[in-house]
């Protein structure tokens, strides 16, 4: 398969071009636009970052709410934010199809660190009949945007309404740039996402498969009294420098994580995310993901060697759910569902949020 020279991304990918150097349209578009207020962009994130952490410390039991999935990036956050900032920090997960390496790390770096922990653990019987549904009914943009852009907000919310409770006034997610798609967040979620949208996918309340109190695990602003004041919810790793190599070196290094491999993002992935990435490789021909990666190689953030190695070791393992590929397989059995099944079935946009008037 043909791939950027500079990138690797994908020939497959739509609307990609490629010049009579090898290099894709989305670098070439990127090297004019880096130098257009990149740095100014930053700079004032920066700035907004430092004034935030400073005005929330001191103001409860808790300074800020960091979400932590296991992954590198959430892990070495909490080591930034307590360590390097001093601040009282409560970590949140919500504990659905995390892998053991995933909860080896959690374990291990909050034992290092000696932070508070809320662990919730919802039933699992609502995730599975959600998942079963999204994968038979894929938007048009596949399986991980579907499944990631209604899963991702579910437990977005739960970390906002734990935030809410426990009078925090800022959660601190450890998103890496490209995460999550820049139309929901570039650096902050917009406070019109905050507070005045309902975050409850309309699609899922027209297909009457779910009741009205599980829909309720959305996040809806409108739930709560006039005048109520929502946290802000920010991504440090879109202000700061970032590189995801040195991130995965730095948690070895700190002994946040027992190995290397639990710093891989391959190792702590989510079992069910193989399964997705096998439905849009069968459906679309390229691992979706490569976009994310193909963007941190261009701005230098990651490391190309590294993904010119794991991708198509990453994609032979799930096409024939072998090693950690099998999770594609175990996945399939969990949701009751074949290959076959899985088809993209909706329009763009069925499962957006609408925003409030």
Same mark, same amino acid.
């Not at 991708?311 to 949701?335: C, D, E, Q, Y």
């Given at each position: 398969?043909?791939k950027c020279k500079r990138c690797l991304?994908?020939?497959?990918?739509?609307?990609?071009?490629?010049?009579?150097?090898?290099?894709?349209?989305?670098?070439?578009?990127?090297?004019?636009?880096?130098?257009?207020?990149?740095?100014?962009?930053?700079?004032?994130?920066?700035?907004?970052?430092?004034?935030?952490?400073?005005?929330?410390?001191?103001?409860?039991?808790?300074?800020?709410?960091?979400?932590?999935?296991? =992954?590198?990036?959430?892990?070495?956050?909490?080591?930034?934010?307590?360590?390097?900032?001093?601040?009282?920090?409560?970590?949140?997960?919500?504990?659905?199809?995390?892998?053991?390496?995933?909860? #080896?790390?959690?374990?291990?770096?909050?034992?290092?660190?000696?932070?508070?922990?809320?662990?919730?653990?919802?039933?699992?019987?609502?995730?599975?009949?959600?998942?079963?549904?999204?994968?038979?009914? #894929?938007?048009?943009?596949?399986?991980?945007?579907?499944?990631?852009?209604?899963?991702?907000?579910?437990?977005? =919310?739960?970390?906002?309404?734990?935030?809410?409770?426990?009078?925090?006034?800022?959660?601190?997610?450890?998103?890496?740039?490209?995460?999550?798609?820049?139309?929901?967040?570039?650096?902050?979620?917009?406070?019109?996402?905050?507070?005045?949208?309902?975050?409850?996918?309309?699609?899922?309340?027209?297909?009457?498969?779910?009741?009205?109190?599980?829909?309720?695990?959305?996040?809806n602003p409108n739930d709560y009294p006039?005048?109520?004041?929502?946290?802000?919810?920010?991504?440090?790793?879109h202000a700061w420098d970032y590189n995801?190599?040195?991130?995965?070196?730095?948690?070895?290094?700190?002994?946040?994580?027992?190995?290397?491999?639990?710093?891989?993002?391959?190792?702590?992935?989510?079992?069910?995310?193989?399964?997705?990435?096998?439905?849009?490789?069968?459906?679309?021909?390229?691992?979706?993901?490569?976009?994310?990666?193909?963007?941190?190689?261009?701005?230098?953030?990651?490391?190309?060697?590294?993904?010119?190695?794991?991708?198509?070791?990453?994609?032979?393992?799930?096409?024939?759910?072998?090693?950690?590929?099998?999770?594609?397989?175990?996945?399939?059995?969990?949701?009751?569902?074949?290959?076959?099944?899985?088809?993209?079935?909706?329009?763009?946009?069925?499962?957006?949020?609408?925003?409030?008037?």
């Open positions: 398969m043909k991304l994908p020939a497959t990918v739509p609307e990609v071009e490629f010049d009579t150097k090898g290099i894709c349209s989305f670098c070439n578009e990127y090297k004019e636009a880096e130098t257009a207020n990149t740095e100014l962009v930053l700079k004032k994130r920066r700035a907004d970052l430092e004034k935030a952490i400073n005005d929330c410390k001191g103001k409860g039991e808790y300074d800020c709410l960091v979400p932590v999935s296991g =992954g590198k990036d959430s892990i070495y956050l909490l080591y930034k934010l307590k360590v390097e900032y001093g601040l009282k920090v409560l970590a949140f997960t919500t504990n659905i199809n995390i892998p053991r390496v995933a909860q #080896q790390n959690i374990q291990q770096a909050l034992k290092e660190l000696n932070i508070d922990h809320i662990s919730y653990n919802p039933s699992g019987d609502f995730y599975k009949r959600l998942f079963r549904y999204l994968l038979q009914n #894929q938007e048009e943009r596949g399986a991980v945007y579907t499944l990631s852009y209604v899963y991702a907000p579910l437990f977005e =919310g739960d970390a906002i309404k734990t935030a809410m409770e426990k009078g925090i006034t800022l959660v601190l997610a450890g998103y890496s740039p490209g995460q999550p798609e820049p139309e929901r967040m570039l650096y902050e979620f917009s406070r019109d996402l905050i507070c005045k949208t309902d975050w409850t996918p309309p699609e899922l309340r027209k297909c009457n498969l779910f009741t009205d109190s599980e829909l309720s695990r959305f996040f006039q005048n109520t004041v929502f946290p802000r919810y920010l991504a440090p790793y995801q190599h040195a991130v995965m070196n730095k948690i070895v290094n700190l002994k946040l994580v027992h190995s290397k491999k639990h710093a891989s993002p391959i190792h702590s992935n989510y079992p069910i995310n193989w399964l997705l990435m096998y439905s849009d490789l069968k459906n679309f021909g390229y691992n979706p993901y490569q976009l994310e990666f193909s963007e941190l190689i261009r701005s230098g953030k990651a490391s190309r060697l590294y993904w010119q190695v794991m991708t198509p070791i990453v994609n032979f393992m799930t096409r024939r759910m072998l090693f950690l590929g099998r999770n594609v397989a175990k996945s399939l059995h969990w949701l009751e569902l074949t290959p076959e099944e899985l088809k993209i079935t909706r329009p763009k946009g069925a499962y957006d949020p609408v925003i409030s008037t």
